[in-house]
Structures are given as C-alpha cells and as structure tokens.
C-alpha cells in the first residue's frame, strides 16, 4: 500500500460520506474526497463471477488504493483476498506497454501503426487467399461487453466467419446449454439472496469457500442465523467448503450422473414428486445416447430430441436405484435414499449450486439437465430460496461471452447463428445485408486451436485470456501455433504470458479501470464503471483494437461510434429487449447494477416467477415462458450414466483434477504479480492421499512425477494441505506458469456444449 | 519494509564503529549481513530455533555452532546469527517472515546435530513446538475485518488442527460472516508458515514464544 493506513481510512471516511450525502461515487472525476486527494469511483472486481463491487481509489493518475463497496449489495464492502489487492493488480513491473512484433526468435517493440498494419495484412493475405473461416478471435467472459460485442459484430457482420470463441466455453458452456435445453433461455432463475433466504443447500462440485468466498460466508452466515439450514457438499476431493459443510458426500469422478438419477428414483419410487406442479410445468424428453467425447478432431454432435411420457421417464429410472448408484458412486445406498428425501422435504426450501465440477465434465450438459429434473419433480424452482443455480466463473462469463453471445455459434440474446429470422434481427440492427452472417457455426474453443494445428485457421487473435496455459492437452497446441506456415498469432495482453511467448504480435492492452467497462455477474447483474486512470505506456483497450482492425479491413461502417462504450451499449440493448430487457446505459450508470430483465426500471430477482418476472401473467404462479416450443414448459431429460472419456487403469491408476485456489485467478498472470499473494502461495503442489502416498513411500512435500499419456510434471506432494485428495485422486491447481498442468489434461469434451472436462484424466505418479 | 532497512543502516554504522565484532559477524554470517539485521532479536526477546530445539537456556549451554543444522535445511531457513545475538552469536534460528520452516517429515535439522542442542529423536513433526503463532494485530487483521482472507489458515501445514476457522456474524453487512482464525496452542508447532504468508505489511500473525501449560480441571 502507498498510502499510510492513517491516510487510507481518512480517504475511506470521505467517501463513505460522500455517498451518504448522495455525492456522486460514479465518476471519479466529481468526487474529489477531501485532504487525501483520493478520487473514489465504482468498479465491479476485476476478478471472478460474484461480481463484488469495489470503489477505486485514484491519486495522480494511479490506482493507489481500492475498498470493498459498502453500497453493493452483492457484497457490502467486504472483498475477498484477491479483490483486497485489485490495486496492484495492474502495477507489476513488466506491464506491456509497447506493441512487440516478432522479428525472429526476438519480439521488437513497434507502433501501433506497424503492429496493425502487419495484422490488417495478415487478415487480408489470409481471407483472400483462404477464405473468412482461416482467420478467428478467441476472447473472453473477462472482456468487457463492449468488446465482446464489437469483436463479434466485427467477425460475424464484417469478416462474415462464426470463427469466434471465448474462454468461457472452457468455463460455463454446459451451464449454458443445460439452461437452454431445459429452459430454452440461458442463466438463472435466482439470485444471491436465494443464499440468505433458503435452508437446504447442495453443493456440487463446487469449492465455493475458495472460489466464490464472499457468497460462502453469505451461505455461512445464514446458517449461523438459522440452525436448520442443512449444506450438503458433493464431491470428489474434501476442500474448505466440505470442511464447513454439515455432510461432505464423497464420490466416484463421473457418477454424479447416477447419483442425480437415483435421487430423482428414489423421489419418484417414494412419490415425493409435486405432481400438480409436473402436469403445469414440465415435458419429458430423450436424446442420444453413447454420444462420444469429442476427441478426435472436426468431431460433430447433435441431439435428436424425442419427447417421452412421465411413465417412460419412470421407466428410465428404474435402473438407477440407490444400490446401482451406490455400486457406481461409492455413496451409501443408504446416504442417497437420505438425501434424496431431504431434496424433497416439502418444509425445506432446496438449493443446488454448481460450478466446474459439473461444466468441466464430458456430460456437463446432461448433468446440468439432471440438477433440473430434481428441482422441477420437486417444484423446488423460481420461488425466492429456492432455486438451482449455476455459479459463474468469470467476471462477465454470463454478461459477456452468454448475453452478447461471444461463441461460434451464437448471437445477441440468446438467438444463434442457424436461425434465419434470428440472422435477419441481427442484420437489421446491424444494417448490413442477413447473407453477410454465415448461417453454421464452425469451432468451438477446442476445435479452433485445433484447425490452428492443422493449419485451417492461419490467423487467431487472443484478447483477455491466456489459452497457451489454459487449454487442456496444451502440448499440441502450444506447438501448433508455432507451426509456420502461414500461421500468425496475436495476443493481446497486459503481462508477458504463456501465450504471448507463441505470439507473432504482442499488443498491449488497457485493463479494468484504465477504459470504460461493463460486467454481468452470476445472478444477471449488470454492473458499469468509468475509466479513471490511463493505460501505462501506449496500451490501448481491445474494444480499440478490435474496431482498428475493423477500420483497416473496410469495416470501419460497423463502428461509427462517437462514444462508442455507451452507443454500443445502446445498439446491443435492442437485441435484448423483450426478453433479457437490460436497462439504459444511464441507469447502470446511477445504479450498483442492475438484474435483469429490467422493465419499467424494475429489475427482476426471481425469474419466470408471478410477481416477480413481469413476463409472468397473474394467474400463472410458474411459467417457464422462454420455452416456446413447450407451450412454456421446462424439460425433464432422461440422461444417463455414460463413463468419463479417460479413466484410471493400471498403466495410468489415478485421476486427476484440476482447479483453482483462492488467492490466484486463472492462470496467475495478475495475482502472480501481486507480492503479497506470491509469498501467501507461491506454487502449485499435487495433493494427494496420505494413504497412497505411503503405500509409495513418499513423503510429504517430496517431489513426485505425474504422466498422463499427453505430458509429465513434476510438483511437491501435499498430504495435509487446504484440499484433500480421496484414494485414488490427485489435485493440481492450474495458476502455476511453471508448472503446466494444463499439459497433462486430456481434450475430451461435452458434445452438446463443447465444454473441456479438466476434472477427469487418467495419470500415473511416481516419486522424482 | 522502510523500517527495518532503517533499522539495518543504525545498526550496522554502530555496529561498524565497534569493530571488534566484525570478524565473527563476518564468519556467522557468511556473507549474508542484510539478512542479520531484518529481524531484531530483542523485537520479541525470542528466537525461533530450529525443530527440536531444547529450552532456550538448555539450547544455549548445549549448541555448538557448527552450522550442521543449517547445512541440512532444504529450504535454508535455518540461518547462524550474527553479532547482534549477543551471547547468542553463531547459534541456529529462523526468520519465519523470510523463509520459515517446512516441517520436513524427517527433520533432517535435528538429525544433523552433533550435539543434542536438537532433539535427534525426535520423529513427529506434529510434536515440533518451535513456538506458537499469536494474531499479535487483531484491528490489521483482514480476515478479522470480514473480508475472506484466511491466508493463514489455508497454508498452515497442520490445517484444521493448529488453526481453525469460527465462523460468527458480521453486524456490519447483516448478511456475511467473519471467519476468524482461531489457534490452538496445544496443537501449534511455531513453524511460522502463517507469519511468512501473511499478506499484511506487517504480519498480523507471528509466532511468539510457547506460553507455558496452565492446568486446571475445567473441560469443554
């Protein structure tokens, strides 16, 4: 900290009476807080999906300090570790700020001119001599959705190629098509206060005390409050959040697909079902089965949907009674007939939550999908504290890459690419010609690094996030994108990465603060804030950029913004009115975000619920309306069990998982640069169960060597550290740039979402 | 670290005025001479020794500043004091702010001493009892304040166990709760791990010397 803390909290007294007096926190160029000289503006946290809101303070041109929002009601001022340090995220000493052009194994400072002349070039070379699908823009739920939207109207309304993807499909993809294939519409029905308001919470495969810390101790403090409230904890590695759970229930990797099946028999078999609520609400259906695991390249699935009676879906679940789970899962038959009443219990009001445990899974749809069945033969759903809901990795994973619609096969608001009369809204708002958007997706983020190997795109732009340490087998396509051959790779960044050492462009970019931003957290809040300090050195924003480029190719028609952060805002609220409804600019503006749908300035907290959702009639109580097809009813799928893509055996007898910590984001690349952090944890470790490790005579803290059949690393084992490894399993963290674990992953994925499965691979240990 | 670089320069213009100690600074040290003065010994009128260590007084009489224990160290957080230590000069300790002890499963420190200064048989890193870790600035604390640190409690290597969190309600949201790392002083060893990660400038946590066993018959 620059400041003293003396100084610091006279600053934080001036802004709390700034906004006690109604004085404006907004834009920090109007609120100067008194002696200190700190001006203090709003921000959403440049971090994960919970979307705490932050005040930052500026003082000659730098972030000197940032606080906990007191006014955001997502979080009240509080922060968790990594927001406490957001202001030195941005400072750390080999900040970009030049554009590098690669000069052989060197990368020479340029101007922007250069450097984007070069790229313009390399667009045109390629384009006229490949066609539009040779070039692409992997991006991010980290852009803001002003970049997003220009980089995918940029790319679907100018270039004409769907060659556009963002991270997130490594992150929310399976939460994105379990909402549509349930709903028909993406993202939640509740919301955060569903966390102060029910009393029976299941977490799945969700370290939520590490990865969404300021919602657990939201969870926590309700049950402190409230002695009955039950949280049950799924998962296949005890973590902090099974530590502070009521049961942590352990399983087998994978066979949360049984288990959610056997939930819903035993609900069924005991006639724990809210019938009246099935009849109104729900159908049935069936999709494909043996739907393989998207490992071999070009790899195409689609479902064939088939709708089912009640009966047949009873029919379904026959099969998976507890013992046939419990067989599968390791659970006690026992534990599973327990739990599946306590789901039921018609006085207790039902939560699931969710993370990567389910998205990260080559069945991440259906396992989605399966959470749902619960909650609908229940009728646990769309009332306040009660409700599924999917929570979010990234600061804008749903504002962003969903709500925009940053992938291959997607546009603004939930419309897609193959629907002819959702290209025709598209053009129109647009102004361009419907034939200029081309009607088939063509990669997901997988399969786009994989034409990058085989050579069938030459040109990917990388902007806010960092795929050479983040894609699973990342040994192919860390070679890939040094193949020659035409291929040129641009990577837009704030630090040296993984990926800026394979780029032939390094651009350096604006980050958070340094240019005008909008987020969407996890509970469809949308959050604005104002640039307030300058990028260090000639770094420019991505929406910059990305409408640079644009101008260079001749699509400079698209962009003909004056205030472009704002007009494109205004341009990308037609896409959503009527159904995601998000609000004028100004009202984010005043507001410390807003949920959507916001009609008539009312936000909505509970969606397709009366009273709550304005699209829901008086009358109706429920109404899945998105669901048109349905006659707005939701989808019980009868889903399977099918087996991980990769699982132990004797050449290879562990599993693998990877995630995250909670003091770094991602892969490192910011809060690796914070000392403080560095020295709390310095390096990735594999933790591993104390009984293997003896049975192999290792020993705490010695080095082991893991190989799956994609790579080998070589880490400290952790018998005793914050998560703890089940027999059989192994967990390394992903934020560790020398140690890429990322390496050993395999690149198997959902076939409906096209979502990678980093929690399951098969791996040997030795000792090194 | 603005003070203790300030510290560093009075002490070491004083401690070159007096001369004398040089050599055997020089030959304690080993080169390392920023490394003598970035902890006072005198802060807390307590050293942190190495694993196995007996009582500071028995330690003392018993260490014959050989530097084994330190050789042995794979971390190197086991440092020789230098002239500030006083009649502690050439003795083992660790500043747990800069590299704090790992708990090695086969304390290879305390095999290596020649002497009995460390306990050679000792074989359980749980019984290690280094010191004890004391949140010494509760009004610095950030997990104390509400916000999700816990940085402490997540690295101690005897999670669960020395350190553990209890949870109570913030007043000030109305809806979060503090987590509040709580140490147990039975089960803490004084590793230090705590007090190297602590986020603060300034370590709220520290490890301070073991407080002495109080019996009565009261049980919880």
Known sequence: MALSRREFLKASAAAVAFAAAGASVLNPKVSEAGDAGIKWGKAPCRFCGTGCGVLVGVKGGKIVATKGDPAAPVNRGLNCIKGYFLS???????????????????????????????????????????????????????????????ALKLFKGGIGTNNIEPNARLCMASAVTGFMTTFASDEPMGCYDDLDLGDTYFLWGANMAECHPVLFSRMIDNRLKNPDVRIIDFGTRRTRTSQMADQYVRFNPQTDLALLNAIAHVIIKEKLYDEKFIKKHVVF??????????????????????????????????????????????????????????????????????????????????????????????????????????????????????????????????????????????????????????DKPTYN????????????????????????????????????????????????????????EVADVILPSASWVEKEGFFGNAERRGQQWFKMVDAPGEAKSDLWQTMELARRLGHGNLFPYKYAEKEIFEEYRKFTVGGKDLAPYEAYVKARGLRWPVVNGKETLWRYAEGHDPYVKAGEGVKFYKNKKDDGRAVIWARPYEPAAESPDKQYPFWLCTGRVLEHWHTGTMTGRVPEIKR????????????????????????????????????????????????????????????????????????????????KCAVKVEKA | MDSSTKHSGITRRRFLKDGVLLPLALAAAGGGVSTLFLRRADARGFYLRPPGALEEGNFLAACIKC?????????????????????????????????????????????????GALDRKLEDVE?????????????????????RCEVCYRQCPLIDKAITILPRHNQRTGVHSIMEPVIHHDKCVGCGICENACVRDKPVIVVMKSPPEQKDYYEF
């Open chain 1, 680 to 759: 709390a944890y310095p390096a990735a470790v594999c933790e591993m169960h104390p009984d293997d490790a003896k049975r192999m005579g290792i020993k705490n803290l010695q080095k082991v060597k893991i190989t799956s059949r994609r790579g080998t690393i070589i880490l400290p084992v952790d018998l005793n550290g914050r998560g703890k490894a089940e027999k059989g399993n192994i967990f390394v963290a992903f934020f560790d740039e020398t140690k890429l674990i990322n390496e050993l992953c395999i690149d198997a994925y959902c076939p409906i979402s096209g979502e990678p499965d980093y929690k």
């Open chain 2, 127 to 147: 019984k290690v009892r280094m010191g004890t870790a004391v949140i010494v600035d509760r009004e610095n604390c950030l997990s104390l304040r509400g916000l």
């Open chain 1, 88 to 150: 030195k995220v941005l400072y750390g000493k080999d900040r970009l700020t030049k554009p590098l052009i690669r000069k052989g194994d060197k990368m020479v400072e340029a101007s922007w001119d250069e450097a984007m002349t070069l790229i313009a070039s390399k667009f045109k070379e390629s384009i006229a001599k490949h066609g539009p699908d040779s070039v692409a823009m992997y991006g991010s739920g980290q852009w803001t959705v002003f970049e997003g939207y220009a």
């Open chain 2, 67 to 115: 530097g084994k224990c330190a050789q042995a160290c794979p971390y190197n957080s086991i440092r020789m004091s230098g002239a500030e230590a006083g009649v502690a000069i050439g003795t083992p300790h660790i500043i747990a702010r800069e590299t704090p002890c790992y708990l090695c499963p086969d304390l290879p420190c305390a095999k290596a001493c020649p002497s």
């Open chain 1, 285 to 438: 259906k069936k999709g494909k089965e043996n739907i393989g695991y998207g490992l071999e390249d070009k790899f195409k699935f689609t479902d064939d949907p088939k709708p089912i009676s009640f009966d047949d879906y009873k029919k379904f679940l026959e099969k998976y009674t507890p013992e046939y789970a419990s067989k599968l899962s390791g659970v006690p038959a026992a534990k599973i007939v327990e739990l599946a009443r306590l789901y039921a219990d018609k006085k207790r009001k039902v939560n699931s939550l969710w993370t990567m445990g389910f998205n990260q899974h080559v069945r991440g749809t259906w396992v989605n999908n399966l959470v749902y069945n619960v909650h609908l033969l229940t009728g646990k759903i769309s009332r306040p504290g009660e409700n599924p809901m999917s929570l979010t990795g990234q600061p804008s994973a749903c504002g962003t890459a969903r709500e925009v619609g940053t992938f291959t096969h997607r546009l603004p608001a939930d419309m897609v690419v193959t629907n002819p009369e959702h290209r025709a809204k598209a053009a129109e708002i647009w102004g361009i010609d419907v034939k200029r958007i081309p």
């Open chain 1, 445 to 500: 983020a997988t399969e786009m690094f994989r034409a990058l190997d085989r050579g069938d795109i030459k040109v990917l732009w990388s902007q806010v996030t960092n795929p050479f340490q983040s894609l699973p087998h990342l040994n192919r396509y860390r070679k890939g994108a040094r193949k020659g051959d035409g291929r040129f790779v641009i990577v837009s960044d704030i630090y040296p990465t993984k990926s800026t």
